[in-house]
């Protein structure tokens, strides 16, 4: 499986973008999707993942969706609300694993290349 993010960008504290990423190959739908995000200096960080169901790290929950699209291959999130904070690059990720590991990078079998937000305050 081969992930390719697109979307990122620089914006103004309060702006909205919106992320997506592509999968190629098939089987798209039997992966749970996640965002992790990465700050310089600090380790990946799990953004949101969804599977049947989504779930969200607490600092964005409210503010970002994920979606999918299986007919697409496709994963979203929309930002909104950014803040300075958000300021990252953006990792989409493809796991088998289940509910618990899901929210941990280390179970993600499949990487995009990133993709940069920057949010200026």
Known sequence: VQL????GGLVQAG???RLSCVASGRSFSRYSMGWFRQAPGKER????VIRGTTYYAESVKGRFTISR???KNMVSLQMNSLKYED???YYCGATTWGTSEMLNAQYYDYWGQ???VTVSS
Do not use: K, M, R, Y
Not at 4 to 7: A, H, T
Not at 45 to 48: G, K, L, P, R
């Open 114 to 116: 990133g993709t940069q």
């Open 45 to 48: 960080e799990f953004v949101a």
């Open 4 to 7: 390719v993010e697109s979307g």
């Open 15 to 17: 702006d909205s973008l």
């Open 69 to 71: 699209d299986n007919s």
């Open 87 to 89: 300021t990252a690059v």
